[in-house]
């Protein structure tokens, strides 16, 4: 069945606009469709009238160094990220969790710009971008915009981005001497989509110092969850496991589980956190160190 009438395959950014303002609507940006075709065909969104693809513009498919920082096209294929040795080496977070998307076939054509308008809490690549502190380039009818990425979000599954509003890429400071990242989660076991707990941290180490720390989680809260209260605890303190105890439990006062009926208890997940936190954290302070 196929549910929507039109397809448009977008050459530009605004040959996306005017086609998404097309009547008689309503029209929607699809990028690998991994989300969204599902979502259409199971009822849980109304069939657009004409999809635009934002496949083929080429600013959307970027992935090089800009300004000092890492510009990644948000339509670009999870597979082709995770095949850049500029993300291997600069954003392990975001290398990490690109790598535990879906199975190939899904990598072959899912996008972080679709990841991120899903407006999952627990989306893996979003946790791991906001973890990194990107910072999104929006097109609309007002040219371009940057956005952090909490300004992404209205709720679960409800994007603060508008129809008509494109995300074209994501800006991501690069890990080098002395920072690194990691990406964990826990999915059930004969689980594909959404973590019942993920997690991404970054850090930057001064000698035994932690100097800075990010550390974003979800399902954590109604959207892609901040630990502010953890990583006050940990921002400039010596590295030491008492810390890291103080760091679980300012982080489990702060995050906001729920038990949901698929995936995990809230008890399950307040128990996994401290695990998640205390691996993640270590893996990339070790890292870090390493790199210093
Ligand atoms: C079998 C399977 C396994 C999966 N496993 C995982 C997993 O392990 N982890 C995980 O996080 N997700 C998983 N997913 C969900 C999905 O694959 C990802 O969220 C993927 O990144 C979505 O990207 P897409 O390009 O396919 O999005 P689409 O389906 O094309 O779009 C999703 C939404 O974003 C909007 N959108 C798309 N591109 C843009 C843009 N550039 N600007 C603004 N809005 C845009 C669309 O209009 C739509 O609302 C899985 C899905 C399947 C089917």
């Known amino acids: 069945m196929i549910a929507w009438k039109d397809y448009h395959l977008a050459k530009s950014l605004e040959d996306a606009l005017t086609a998404l303002h097309g009547e008689p609507g309503p029209n929607r940006l699809v990028a690998g469709g991994t989300d969204l075709l599902l979502d259409v065909q199971q009822g849980r969104q109304p069939p657009p009238h004409t999809l635009v693809d934002v496949n083929a513009i080429a600013e959307m498919c970027a992935l090089e160094v800009r300004d000092g920082k890492m510009f990644v096209g948000a339509a670009l294929p999870l597979n082709r990220i995770i095949a850049s040795p500029l993300v291997q080496h600069h954003a392990h977070a975001l290398y990490q969790a690109c790598s535990l998307i879906g199975g190939p076939q899904v990598r072959n054509v ?43 979000y209205a709720g679960p599954g409800r994007s603060a981005l508008n129809a008509d509003q494109i995300l074209v890429a994501f800006s991501i400071p690069m890990e080098v001497g002395g920072c690194s990242s990691a990406f964990r989660r826990v999915m059930r076991p004969q689980g594909v989509a959404i973590a019942i707990l993920n997690m991404a941290v970054w850090v930057q180490a001064d000698g035994e110092v932690i100097q800075d720390v990010r550390i974003a989680a979800g399902p954590a809260g109604k959207v892609p969850f901040r630990a502010m209260a953890a990583e006050a605890v940990l921002r400039g303190q010596a590295w030491s496991l008492a810390i890291l105890d103080e760091a679980i439990a ?29 691996e993640t954290l270590s893996h990339a302070w070790q890292q870090a160190r390493a790199e210093g």
């Not at 899903?118 to 989306?123: E, I, K, N, S, Y």
């Not at 729920?258 to 208890?265: E, G, I, Y």
């Open 250 to 278: 300012a982080f489990l006062g702060e995050a906001r589980f729920r038990t949901s009926p698929h995936r995990a208890t809230f008890a399950y997940r307040q128990h996994l956190a401290g695990v998640l936190l205390r």
């Open 110 to 152: 899912a996008t972080l710009g679709g990841n991120v308008g899903h407006a999952l809490p627990a989306a893996d690549g979003a946790i791991a971008l906001l973890g990194l502190d990107a910072v999104a380039h929006v097109y609309d009818a007002g040219g371009y915009h940057r956005r952090g990425m909490g300004e992404l």
